[in-house]
């Protein structure tokens, strides 16, 4: 598609399960993101991958976070042992270089840990 | 460290009025980008406008203007004519370089109400 693509659109999850979102980049595009909106906030910087690798991990909340782009496309941000302060939108961008460029966002995965 | 304030919760207007959104930021970057987005209620954060700090030209794209002032660290947004299909939330945010890219610092937002 000519967007990003991010599934699922909506989870549900006990607390104590683990989640794993899935992004799926602009054909071409380098960089990506992931950002953490909580309702009526603005997205907050979670990790940024340039290629494979990942450059910036500083915005994600604990250890129990963990995101990984292994081939430079698809990234899978997973979440283990859920906790209620985890219910989020869950945002992924790209862009075509790191240089400052736009960032493109999906439609986010609504995250809700009961 | 970055930060961007809105201080406009929620505005709103009747259809045809103009509205401006205002955007104040903090940095202490010589080179840095600004951007705004709109996010309807279908959750997608869709870009408008980057605007470089070297460049203080005003911008107008149809309807949407952008005053980017240095001297008082804002970016303020304006829609002329406003339209039901306006209605959004609006965010201000603010790039920084982080390892080879460059991460965004977002606002809260502003919800603007645009009725018949």
């Known amino acids: 598609g000519a967007g990003v693509s991010q599934s699922p659109r909506y989870k549900v999850a006990k607390r104590g399960q683990d989640v794993a979102l899935r992004c799926d980049p602009i054909s071409g595009h380098v960089s990506l993101f992931w950002y953490q909106q909580a309702l009526g906030q603005g997205p907050e910087f979670l990790t940024y991958?340039?290629?494979?690798?990942?450059?910036?991990k500083s915005g994600l909340p604990s250890d129990r976070f963990f995101a990984e782009r292994p081939e430079g496309s698809v990234s899978t941000l997973k979440i283990q042992r859920t906790q209620q302060e985890d219910s989020a939108v869950y945002l992924c961008a790209s862009s075509r270089t790191g240089d400052h460029q736009p960032q493109h966002f999906g439609d986010g995965t609504r995250l809700s840990i009961l | 460290a970055q930060k961007v304030t809105q201080a406009q919760t929620e505005i709103s207007v009747v259809e045809k009025e103009d509205v401006t959104l205002d955007c104040v930021y903090e940095t202490r970057d010589t080179t840095y980008y600004l951007f705004w987005y709109k996010q309807p209620p279908s959750g997608e954060l869709v870009f408008l406008i980057r605007?470089?700090?070297?460049?203080?030209q005003n911008e107008i794209s149809g309807r949407y203007s952008w005053n980017f002032q240095k001297s008082t660290s804002s970016f303020n947004f304006t829609i002329t004519a406003s339209q039901v299909v306006d209605s959004a939330v609006y965010f201000c945010?603010?790039?920084?370089?982080?390892?080879?890219?460059?991460?965004?610092?977002f606002g809260t937002g502003t919800q603007l109400k645009v009725e018949l």
């Open positions: 991958f340039q290629n494979e690798a990942q450059l910036d």
């Open positions: 605007r470089n700090s070297f460049d203080e």
């Open positions: 945010a603010l790039s920084e370089y982080t390892g080879g890219g460059n991460k965004l610092t």
